[in-house]
């Protein structure tokens, strides 16, 4: 098992060696199978309860999280910030304490608050797994992503990726770059320098503020969602202007090498940093990200509470018969 999961919790990718991420993505092939069976189903948390904690908005992450857990046999429980006693001044450890004692096994969290993650993870026995903490890190939007990039380039090793956009605000570029370039690829960032992190100290990246002089060296264009919610007044001079000089259109589409793909983490600003023509083409693997989101997760699930590989691999497993 993962060194990073060894204490029950996945918080980050920060720590993960490319072994540890090979082992997930490894494992994630099989449950990528089990995804596409007349019943994709299996036994392998049966018993076990899994709750999703979110503090923010999601349709992705939530989802799939659900549906990994669900085809793991599961039952899930659903808190929701905005109907909870939260609102009454319960405190954040009190509901994470009463969540606990209705039998949870796995806390799904996602939270506004840098850190959060890791403080619930001291705070309860469950199992906790950071589903987006602030804009430190995204651990299994990175898995998904590295998993994505090996089924359609076959090795992230030697890769060409070009992070675009929203740099300081994303925790998915963090969570990337350290899953990228543990697993050998070169990232560069693009990006205005008011949308990058104050310093770079530590981060194996280039940086470039020009998107047009790296799309020939590219093979995978990676692009971010302007985060208006995190943006203050200042950093960008308008939208239009941002859109002008790093918006994804079909002429800087077409400047990429034709075996390049195109990704987003979703949700897309549309006619922001990406055209709905350019999401639409068939180098885009938006789609693919969000598929192999539920495998990822099932894979991290497992890892961190199945009992027995014999509950994936059985051909007379329930749900397979």
């Given at each position: ?10 918080l ?11 082992e997930?993505?490894d ?7 089990i ?8 036994p392998?948390?049966r ?6 904690l979110f503090f923010?908005n ?5 989802l799939?999280?659900?549906?990994a857990?669900r085809?793991?046999s599961a039952d899930?429980?659903t808190f929701?910030a905005g109907s909870?006693s939260?609102s ?6 009190d509901?994470v304490?009463?969540?606990?004692a209705?039998g949870?096994?796995?806390l799904i969290v996602?939270?506004?608050m840098a850190g959060t993650a890791?403080?619930i993870a001291n705070w309860?026995?469950a199992?906790v ?5 602030g804009c430190?890190?995204h ?6 992503d590295a ?5 359609h380039?076959?090795s992230l ?5 070009a992070?675009?956009?929203d740099?300081d ?8 770059v350290?899953?990228f370039?543990?697993l050998?690829a070169?990232?560069t960032?693009v ?6 992190p104050?310093s770079?100290?530590g981060w194996?990246v280039?940086?470039?503020h020009?998107?047009?002089a790296v799309?020939e060296?590219?093979?995978v264009c990676?692009?971010l969602?302007?985060?208006h919610?995190r943006?203050?007044?200042g950093l960008?001079?308008s ?15 077409n400047?990429?090498?034709?075996e ?9 600003n549309?006619g ?6 350019v ?5 885009a693997?938006?789609l693919?990200?969000?598929a192999?989101?539920v ?9 961190l509470?199945g009992?027995?590989?014999?509950l994936?691999?059985?051909p007379?497993?329930e749900?397979?018969k």
């Amino acid at each position: 098992m993962s060194n990073a999961l060894v204490d029950g919790n996945l918080l980050g990718i920060e720590g993960m060696t490319a072994t540890e991420i090979e082992e997930i993505l490894d494992l994630t092939d099989i449950f990528a199978e089990i995804s596409q069976r007349p019943i994709p189903k299996v036994p392998a948390l049966r018993g076990r309860t899994i709750a999703t904690l979110f503090f923010e908005n999601s349709t992705r992450t939530r989802l799939s999280f659900d549906t990994a857990a669900r085809r793991l046999s599961a039952d899930t429980m659903t808190f929701g910030a905005g109907s909870s006693s939260l609102s009454k001044g319960e405190s954040l450890r009190d509901t994470v304490e009463v969540i606990e004692a209705y039998g949870a096994d796995a806390l799904i969290v996602r939270h506004p608050m840098a850190g959060t993650a890791q403080r619930i993870a001291n705070w309860t026995d469950a199992v906790v797994i950071n589903a987006g903490d602030g804009c430190h890190e995204h651990p299994t939007q990175a898995l998904l992503d590295a998993y994505t990039l090996r089924q359609h380039c076959g090795s992230l090793n030697g890769l060409r990726i070009a992070l675009v956009g929203d740099i300081d605000h994303s925790r998915v570029a963090r969570s990337n770059v350290l899953a990228f370039t543990a697993l050998g690829a070169k990232v560069t960032l693009v990006a205005p320098a008011t949308l990058l992190p104050s310093s770079l100290a530590g981060w194996p990246v280039e940086v470039s503020h020009d998107l047009n002089a790296v799309l020939e060296q590219t093979d995978v264009c990676y692009l971010l969602r302007l985060q208006h919610e995190r943006i203050s007044e200042g950093l960008i001079p308008s939208v239009r202007e941002y859109v002008n000089d790093f918006g994804m259109n079909e002429k800087r589409a077409n400047l990429l090498p034709s075996e390049a793909i195109i990704c987003h983490p979703g949700p897309t600003n549309r006619g922001v940093e990406i055209d709905a023509a350019v999401a639409a083409d068939p180098r885009a693997v938006i789609l693919d990200q969000v598929a192999n989101g539920v495998s990822v997760r099932m894979a991290v699930l497992f890892l961190l509470l199945g009992a027995g590989r014999d509950l994936i691999e059985s051909p007379t497993a329930e749900g397979n018969k």
